[in-house]
């Protein structure tokens, strides 16, 4: 398979560990350094920014470190800033409950995942008690 | 990272500069305990114009804040929200409870004027 | 202490202070430069001020005479002129305060490095510095308040080419008029278009009015309901007008939590609950 040329110019991925609250405070910058270089817009920025210190703030306080990567992202002629969150924590028991959304039932400050997914534009969670959680979300320019 | 609150007659400004940790929270807590009693303040605004994110952390440490300016007797006002802020927060489904907004500084002074002018002042023991 | 005593430390500690900037002040000065060119607005604006050699030392000279000769009047005036420029080329308060702050934060290591052991100084000149920049942050953020104030006064409202559907209709007033299907998409850009119109027009009060739109469910409300949250988190009450009694049926049979929006059945009565919130008349009186 032949990988579509990276554009001229075209940022790199940044990964990086996540162990501490610095890290949550550098994830958040990089990423919206990078989505800047790829275009989007102010608002957009902020939200890829708010989704990261969610996910980044949960591996902080549930599993204590981690690794995050941030790269642009291609399909079919859109582009968009792909995020991938792992971690070696504990991994989550029940997943369907994690990530059950307790926005209207006004439990929303617990796990930032639902939340992240809602800012998201695509979402994907795998964890495995003991094997650990990544997280890995998409955002699209409009 | 300090916080500098500073007085404006008898309402207190905190202008949050950037992420507040835990500590930062402990610290600016005290700061305003202290100054509110010291200066016998009705009003503290909160100034988040700064911020480039408010999550879900940060909103739990906001609302902690003005739950104690209130045990204080003062009243709290948040301002300075950005548009993108606002919206980031409220597809998370965050919300800053009872606690009132207003875009900025001055609207948020305008608004401690405008509850407070009705409102003689409390005789303290 | 005595008062008098408390008062002679404080004038030694702060000619301390004095010695010290004075001696360091091409490193300080440099290092703080640094430090707030990394702040995007503090570089612009610094880009497009930058003190002449004359400035810079008239002001270092006045900060002599308030540090050595406790002769604070023409600093303070120094001062309020600053803040009446930051409100006037619209620096936003908080990056000011971060500007000014700065001096702390280069001052502060050096002089712990310098007088590390001998802590009575070093308190002394920690002290000094503390009192220093509350004076600067008083005196600017006074001047600041004031010129904001003049400065908002004097605004003509002017109504240019607007990209937006968002209507300003009268100063604090904004009315967003939404016409045809509304998807996520269309949502969220005419909710980014709002908010910043909200803060351009420094709105208090938001019409939404769905007269136009045919169909209002789930999606879209939650859509409207987020949107109103969005706006009340600037500070302004958003007002929800157009809901047709069958929309507001399926609403409610949705279950959909529109608790704590203000909705009413048309514009017009949503401009009297607009007036009623501002705390003034928007539409002339009619003849009944």
């Known amino acids: 398979m032949n990988a579509a040329p990276e554009a001229a110019g075209e940022p790199s991925r940044i990964e990086f560990p996540i162990a501490s609250e610095a890290d949550v405070l550098r994830a958040r910058r990089s990423v919206r350094e990078l989505a800047q270089d790829l275009g989007f817009g102010t608002t957009d920025l902020t939200i890829i920014a708010t989704a990261v210190s969610e996910i ?41 409950l994690a990530m059950q959304d307790g926005y209207s039932t006004g439990r929303s400050l617990g796990l930032g995942l639902p939340g992240a997914r809602r800012l998201m534009d695509e979402f994907d969670i795998v964890s495995t008690v003991d094997g650990g959680t990544t997280v890995t979300m998409t955002k699209w320019q409009r | 990272m300090e916080v500098p609150i500073l007085r404006f007659g008898s309402y207190l400004v905190a202008s949050v500069q950037g992420e507040l940790s835990d500590d930062d929270l402990q610290r600016l807590s005290e700061n305003l305990t202290t100054k509110v009693r010291a200066t016998r303040s009705r009003g503290v605004v909160i100034d988040l114009t700064v911020l480039d994110v408010v999550d879900s952390f940060a909103t739990r ?65 | 202490m005595t008062e008098t005593a408390s008062r002679d430390a404080s004038k030694s500690a702060a000619r301390d202070l004095w010695d010290l900037y004075d001696r360091w002040y091409g490193d300080i000065t440099a290092e703080t430069d640094a430090n707030l060119r990394a702040v995007p607005e503090i570089a612009a604006l610094m880009d497009q001020h930058q003190p002449t050699d004359e400035e810079r030392a008239a002001s270092r000279d006045l900060v002599r005479r ?137 709105a208090r009060v938001v019409i939404i009015d769905v007269t136009g739109v045919p169909a209002v469910d789930t999606a879209v409300a939650n859509h409207l309901l987020q949107t109103a949250q969005a706006c009340r988190l600037m500070g302004a009450t958003p007002i929800l007008s157009g809901i047709s009694p069958t929309n507001a049926q399926t609403l409610v049979q949705l279950g959909v939590e529109m608790a704590d929006l203000l909705i009413v059945g048309d514009l017009r009565r949503a401009i009297e609950q607009a007036s009623l919130v501002l705390g003034r008349e928007l539409i002339p009186a009619t003849a009944t």
Request: no cysteine; hydrophobic share 45%.
């Open chain 3, 66 to 202: 308030a540090l050595v000769d406790d002769e604070w009047g023409p600093h303070l005036g120094s001062l309020r002129q600053q803040g009446a420029m930051y409100a006037t080329i619209g620096v936003s308060f908080g990056v000011w305060v971060q500007a000014i702050a700065a001096f702390r934060a280069v001052m502060a290591p050096r002089v712990v490095r310098e007088l590390h052991d001998e802590p009575e100084r070093l308190i002394g000149v920690l002290g000094a510095i503390d009192r220093f920049i509350d004076t600067a942050l008083g005196e600017i953020g006074l001047a600041y308040l004031d010129t904001k104030e003049a400065i908002i006064a004097e605004q003509q409202l002017a109504i240019g080419e607007l990209s937006t559907p968002v209507l300003p209709l009268a100063e604090g007033f904004l009315v967003l008029p939404l016409i045809g299907l509304i998807d996520t998409r269309r949502a969220r850009d005419v909710a980014e278009q709002l908010l910043n119109a909200i803060r351009d027009w420094r």
């Open chain 1, 56 to 96: 980044t703030r949960n591996i902080v306080n549930y599993a204590t470190h981690g690794h995050i990567t941030i790269e642009p992202a291609h399909d079919r002629g859109r582009h968009g800033v792909t995020v991938r969150a792992r971690d070696e924590g504990p991994g989550i028991d029940d997943l369907d």
């Open chain 2, 61 to 125: 440490i906001l609302r902690s804040l003005t739950q104690m300016i209130r045990l204080l007797g003062a009243e709290a006002v948040v301002v300075g929200i950005q548009p993108g802020v606002a919206l980031a927060m409220v597809q998370l489904g965050l919300t800053l409870d009872k606690t009132p907004t207003a875009l900025d500084f001055e609207d948020g002074m305008r608004y401690l004027d405008e509850l407070l002018e009705d409102q003689p002042r409390e005789r303290r023991a």
